[in-house]
């Protein structure tokens, strides 16, 4: 039955503000499915995606999860739950539960079978014509096309218009698409130069006066269009927002559309080449309403969870999922494992992709279902997961020595711990236990000295922590224009962070094209300046005519002469000539004269007298 949900629990714009759901279990990287023992069947939220089919393989073991709930109408009840205990077992349960010993780097392993690489089209970028120059304007409307941006304009001009008939006090003329872009391109340029507020941008009597928002577009202007920005169409969203009482109700009704169309470009315009990883990228939600259910306690889920999937070449993005309260996947296996499976499609990719995990989605059933789709996968996994081996027969301990390794083989699925500064816990399907690989450690002695020393290290570490590091220079680049001063939180917080997607991965195609030439590409600052100004629709003629416009401006307001200080009482007059200065014209004609007025703004001196027009010609 369905279940009726109180007014606290939503917030103005139909979202969920305090629903007692386990995201908790999610944010401290766990999965209840996975790692967690309740008394009670938990209500789980899940993802939303865009992709409406996906084939998942069925499990040949049914009772491998004793928690999966049946999709039906009595599941979106949802009870109180009790605190969660993680499903480690204890000492007792290790020993009995697997009878195989652990194996240590001199038992030979020998590697699984390697998977045939097929992807559905040639890696690479997909362009119609790859030898064509592009422009970084032409990268970026592959992602922000005319038509993306006629649809945001046609909806976000509706918007504006119902603001207004519901007794909003601003002026309002329809955006073009000429001025959206620009809007963009001030976008880009207010994410690259920090300053403190908003209004800093648009201050002309400042030391940190900027030249270019003023010609383009008005503060006000600007900060209007920001909070009027409509993905999708109001009318609709009206219908949809509606049933929020109910669970009919799309949390992601009004930036779908715009989802929709950011995804299919990062798949059309790339391909990926064999080595991927998944991870989560955090969206921050700077508003105390959101589509998460948030407690009250944890500032972290007030954000938008977003999963993404990643070429681990370049951190080029192919694809994404966003953490919805809503639970839309008909598997049941819990959100990290709907996450990857919704990503992960043979249709798309092909065959053969080699796939790297953190802990939060790695477990032995999804890593053999891949397998399964002829998909490899290799990731750190919690020791604590269902199908992990709990064996302590030979098992490192809290005295083995750094560099100390075990590993054990169930069929195709290989597990391997490995003991650095702290244990590490990986699964691969593509690995063999240890290749003979050393990496060097500082290392102290038992006298306290410290000395280099290479420790063995196994093959799934190695080739996990090598393919995971473009996730993290991927996450930094996507934060540039998403974090900025005075931009309203909700749903248009996403519409930033696409174009934060979108200039990326416009930047990754363009260093790709490079390689194909030969040529050195553009440097990412280099890039976004480029794009920024062909925004604007600017040129190096027109920054000058800003600055000009911008100093005669300035200079008229408050540029008037007054008396030079003087710094002591004068009682003779022979002390009256050092309070005089040295006129700056005076000096720049070759004459050196004193005078006894300066300019307030410029704090110069300058000859007010009528034969000699100094202040004047200065100012000129």
């Given at each position: ?9 939503l917030s103005d714009d139909g979202s969920y503000a305090s629903v007692n759901y386990p995201d ?8 209840p499915y996975e790692d967690i023992e309740c008394e009670q069947e938990p209500h789980l939220p ?268 370049n951190g080029y993005t192919v694809d994404c999922v966003i953490f919805s309260d809503k639970a ?293």
């Amino acid at each position: 039955m369905e279940r009726d949900i109180s007014d606290s629990e939503l917030s103005d714009d139909g979202s969920y503000a305090s629903v007692n759901y386990p995201d908790d279990y999610y944010q401290e990287g766990l999965d209840p499915y996975e790692d967690i023992e309740c008394e009670q069947e938990p209500h789980l939220p899940n993802v939303i995606s865009v992709h409406q089919e996906c084939s998942i393989p069925t499990s040949s073991d049914e009772n491998h999860y004793p928690h999966k709930r049946a999709l039906d109408s009595s599941s979106m009840e949802s009870p109180q739950l009790k605190i969660p205990k993680l499903a480690i077992p204890s000492s007792t349960e290790r020993k009995t539960l697997s009878k195989q010993p652990w194996k240590t780097e001199k038992d030979p392993d020998e590697a699984p079978a390697n998977l045939k690489f097929a992807p559905a089209r040639q890696p690479g970028v997909q362009l119609e014509d790859p030898s064509c120059e592009s422009t970084p304007l032409d990268l970026f409307k592959l992602f922000f096309s005319k038509t993306t941006v006629e649809t945001i304009c046609d909806n976000t001009n509706k918007q504006a218009a119902i603001n207004i008939k519901n007794g909003k006090k601003y002026k309002w003329e329809d955006v073009t698409i000429v001025e959206f872009y620009k809007f963009i391109g001030l976008v880009l340029f207010i994410g690259q130069l920090k300053l403190n507020k908003l209004i800093d941008y648009w201050r002309n009597l400042s030391i940190f006066s900027v030249l270019s928002p003023n010609a383009l577009m008005s503060r006000d202007r600007y900060r209007v269009i920001a909070r009027n920005i409509h993905l999708s169409d109001p009318g609709e969203a009206a219908v949809n927002y509606r049933t929020k009482k109910s669970f009919d109700c799309d949390r992601l009704f009004r930036i779908k559309p715009l989802m929709n169309e950011i995804c299919h470009a990062c798949r059309s315009n790339y391909h990926p080449r064999k080595n991927l990883s998944i991870h989560e990228r955090l969206v921050p939600l700077n508003a105390k309403k959101g589509l998460l259910a948030d407690s009250q306690t944890k500032s972290i889920n007030r954000d938008f969870k977003m999963f993404v999937l990643t070429d681990s070449s370049n951190g080029y993005t192919v694809d994404c999922v966003i953490f919805s309260d809503k639970a839309t996947f008909p598997n049941g296996y819990g959100m990290a494992y709907d996450a990857v499976m919704s990503l992960m499609r043979p249709s798309f990719l092909g065959s053969g992709y080699h796939l790297y995990l953190d802990n939060f989605f790695s477990s032995p059933k999804l890593f053999k279902d891949l397998l399964v789709l002829k998909m490899g996968a290799c990731g750190t996994m919690l020791e604590g997961r269902r199908g992990f081996p709990r064996s302590e027969e030979n098992a490192l301990t809290k005295k083995s020595p750094r560099g100390s390794l075990r590993w054990m083989r169930e069929g195709s699925l290989l597990f391997v711990k490995w003991k650095d500064t702290r244990e590490v816990s990986t699964a691969s399907t593509i690995h063999q236990a240890y290749g003979g690989d050393t990496v060097d450690r500082r290392v102290k002695n038992k006298d306290g000295s410290w000395t280099l020393k290479s420790i063995p290290v196994p093959a799934p570490v190695l080739a996990y922590d090598q393919h995971k590091k473009s996730v993290n220079s991927s996450d930094q680049m996507n934060q540039y224009f998403s974090d900025q001063p005075g931009i309203m939180g909700g749903y248009n917080f996403l519409f930033f962070h696409f174009l934060d997607m979108a200039v990326t991965n416009s930047y990754g195609i363009h260093v790709e094209l490079c390689k194909k030439d030969t040529t050195a590409p553009m440097t990412r600052h280099a890039f976004i300046e480029e794009l920024t100004t062909t925004l604007c629709g600017m040129t190096i003629t027109l920054r000058k005519e800003l600055k000009w416009r911008n100093t005669r401006l300035r200079r008229k307001t408050t540029h008037v002469p007054v008396l030079v200080e003087m710094p002591i009482p004068v009682r003779k007059q022979s002390y009256v000539k050092k309070v005089l200065k040295r006129c700056l014209q005076c000096k720049k004609n070759g004459v050196n004269i004193d005078s006894q007025w300066k300019c307030q703004e410029c704090q110069v001196a300058l000859c007010i007298n009528p034969d000699r027009k100094c202040f004047h010609e200065w100012h000129q």
